[in-house]
């Protein structure tokens, strides 16, 4: 069933094709952050690791629909990629930040929902990024199959990933075939 994509994110979509960036959130992942977007608690707040162009963020936004007690922060390391995602109209509750995301993690506190889609708290932090979860909390771990081209580095990173994720005492985790492999996790 081909369901429609919705206007941001669609306006979305254009932005990464006219910037020939091709890393954005794929539409199983999309409409996925929708729906737990949709499940955040009021007052909720949601952090995106890897902003991109703004994919993954407009599905969130989709899915929050008229309601404006979430805040939403969104942290993207290349400052041209930043700059294309910033120029889009986004709600006044979406805080759009460069740079590194461990460096912003540590001020920004705790989030309802995260969304790790960046090596930095990702790959490298994952441990700070577990503990920057509230109780009930939701982390959404995708890219988590590993792709044709990938090297030995990012195959072991991938693993280490997946293994934290679905050992780890604080967290109830699933594998989602869905897309490019996610991992599902709430912390108790």
Do not use: C
């Amino acid at each position: 069933m081909n369901r429609p994509i919705p206007a941001r994110v669609a306006a979305a979509l254009a932005r990464a094709e006219a910037a020939r960036f091709p890393l954005s959130s794929e539409h199983g992942v999309g409409r996925l952050l929708s729906a737990l977007a949709a499940g955040v608690p009021a007052n909720g707040r949601i952090l995106e690791m890897g902003t991109g162009v703004g994919v993954g963020m407009a599905w969130m936004v989709e899915g929050l629909g008229r309601r404006t007690d979430v805040e939403i922060f969104s942290i993207e390391l290349d400052a041209k990629t930043h700059a294309i995602a910033s120029s889009a109209d986004w709600p006044p509750y979406v805080k759009l930040l460069q740079g590194d995301v461990l460096a912003h993690l540590g001020g920004l506190g705790t989030f309802d929902l995260i969304f790790a889609d960046a090596q930095g708290g990702k790959w490298e932090g994952l441990g700070r990024t577990i503990a920057a979860l509230r109780p009930h909390g939701i982390l959404l771990v995708d890219d988590m199959t590993p792709l044709d081209g990938w090297d030995d580095h990012q195959r072991r990173k991938k693993d280490e990933v997946r293994d934290t994720l679905l050992t780890h005492p604080d967290l109830v985790a699933a594998e989602l075939a869905e897309s490019s492999g996610m991992i599902l996790s709430v912390r108790r």
